[in-house]
């Protein structure tokens, strides 16, 4: 059997949503099956609790389960994964940058993985003559941290920050 060396994780968090907006969401759902439910009597009147309150929760879960992710040498984001060689710059945005790179300077050919609630942001530009993509915009909770370990040299090695571990 071939042994393969575990992956180096640099970064590694989860967008999650913020807690407050769980009770809040599912307290939104429980009131609206209520309503649903008046009109119905007997046991029906459980079956809008039965639909709307699993279907809230895994609404939420969905929201919040993008993993960004600085694995050996490539950027992960959901799915994509961005090999470091292709890495030209990394830009950690503030608040102006972010609002000007998702509006009036934004290029209709970037990659954006954007999370509303979650404010920090980095700009990954990239350097491939194949792909048509001018750069990544990445909503993180950590924008100095995604961007150290997408440094050239960086890549490979722990951040010290959590590395391995997801932070949420």
Do not use: C, K
Not at 50 to 72: F, K
Not at 79 to 86: E, N, Q, T, V, Y
Not at 99 to 124: H, N, T
Request: proline share 12%; net charge neutral; charged share 20%.
């Amino acid at each position: 059997m071939e042994h393969r060396p575990s992956p180096v994780v640099a970064h590694s968090e989860h967008l999650t949503l913020p807690w407050p907006w769980w009770p809040l969401a599912l307290g939104i759902a429980a009131v609206l099956a209520a309503q649903v439910g008046l009109g119905a009597p007997g046991p029906v009147t459980w079956v809008p609790y039965l639909v709307l309150l699993p279907g809230t929760a895994a609404a939420l879960w969905w929201l919040g389960r993008v993993r960004v992710a600085v694995v050996d040498d490539e950027l992960r984001v959901d799915d994509a994964r961005l090999p470091s060689r292709f890495i030209a710059d990394v830009i950690p945005l503030d608040a102006e940058g972010r609002r000007q790179l998702l509006g009036p300077s934004a290029d209709p050919l970037a990659f954006v993985v954007q999370r509303p609630w979650v404010r920090g942001m980095v700009q990954v530009v990239l350097d491939d003559p194949a792909d048509p993509t001018p750069y990544w915009l990445v909503s993180t909770r950590h924008p100095e941290r995604l961007v150290a370990a997408l440094r050239p040299g960086n890549a490979a090695q722990p951040s010290g920050h959590g590395g391995g571990r997801a932070d949420r």
